[in-house]
């Protein structure tokens, strides 16, 4: 099981940036975000996967958030750019240290078994 420490997130105005940080306490296979907003299910983000470095994207954020990662530190990072208010919500960092997303596929909360605490993002219109 991998220990998630997450860190960034606050308040921003539309259209500004924020960057959220997620160390994990081991070599994860692949990390992702997730959000969920009051009343919401909680929906995929962004993930990558941690040797090649693919990225995926939900359509509502791709051009606009960016997912890296850091191997060194075993670290993601989430860029979020152009912010919405819809984009308001708390972004949980998820991993899994042997599951790696395929290509063609996009990954599911059910894909990852190791959660960080929830970071609040709350961008004002």
């Known amino acids: 099981q991998l220990r998630l420490v997450e860190s960034g997130g606050g308040l921003v105005q539309a259209g500004g940036s924020l960057k959220l940080s997620c160390t994990a306490s081991?070599?994860?296979?692949?990390m992702a975000w997730f959000r969920q907003a009051p009343g919401k299910e909680r929906e995929l983000v962004a993930a990558?996967?941690?040797?090649?470095?693919?990225?995926f994207y939900a359509a509502s954020v791709e051009g606009r958030f960016t997912i890296s990662n850091e191997r060194a530190k075993n670290t993601a990072y989430l860029g979020l750019n152009s912010l919405k208010p819809e984009d308001t919500a708390v972004y949980l960092c998820?991993?899994?240290?042997?599951?790696?997303?395929?290509?063609?596929?996009?990954?599911?909360?059910?894909?990852?078994?190791?959660w960080g605490q929830g970071t609040q993002v709350t961008v004002s219109s």
């Open positions: 998820a991993a899994s240290r042997y599951w790696r997303p395929i290509l063609t596929a996009m990954p599911t909360r059910h894909n990852y078994g190791d």
């Open positions: 990558i996967r941690w040797e090649d470095g693919n990225t």
């Open positions: 081991g070599r994860p296979a692949s």
